[in-house]
């Protein structure tokens, strides 16, 4: 299977910055789409930026102008940077990952990260 870990997360103050990261781990044969997820507390987990094979990139409304997605030459890792936090963006970030893997000949995964936590706080 497809290992995906997430890390960047931490406590930063509303207007500052962090750089979120992803990678992903395995026999993988080729990406699809690579994704950054929240959850807070008390809400539904929304999607926040999305990357596929074809470089389309979508934002969430709430993170327009503020948030960056990017991938590594590779594309097998995943970055969000985050700038202009806001009190808003406290969450759990996960990352998900979709493609194909190798156990013998190309098989489709669906992978997610266990979280990595961010706090907007004064």
């Known amino acids: 299977q497809v290992q995906v870990v997430e890390s960047g997360g931490g406590l930063v103050q509303p207007g500052g910055s962090l750089r979120l990261s992803c990678a992903a781990s395995?026999?993988?044969?080729?990406?699809?789409?690579m994704d950054w997820y929240r959850q807070a507390p008390g809400k539904q987990r929304e999607l926040v930026a999305s990357?596929?094979?074809?470089?389309?990139?979508k934002y969430a409304d709430s993170v327009q102008g503020r948030f960056i997605i990017s991938t590594a030459n590779a594309k097998t890792s995943v970055y969000l940077q985050m700038n202009l936090l806001k009190p808003e963006d406290t969450a759990t970030y996960y990352c998900?990952?979709?493609?194909?893997?190798?156990?013998?000949?190309?098989?489709?995964?669906?992978?997610w990260g266990r979280g990595t936590q961010v706090i907007v706080s004064s």
């Open positions: 998900h990952i979709t493609g194909l893997w190798r156990p013998q000949y190309p098989v489709s995964f669906d992978s």
């Open positions: 990357v596929n094979r074809a470089n389309n990139i």
């Open positions: 395995g026999n993988i044969h080729s990406i699809a789409n």
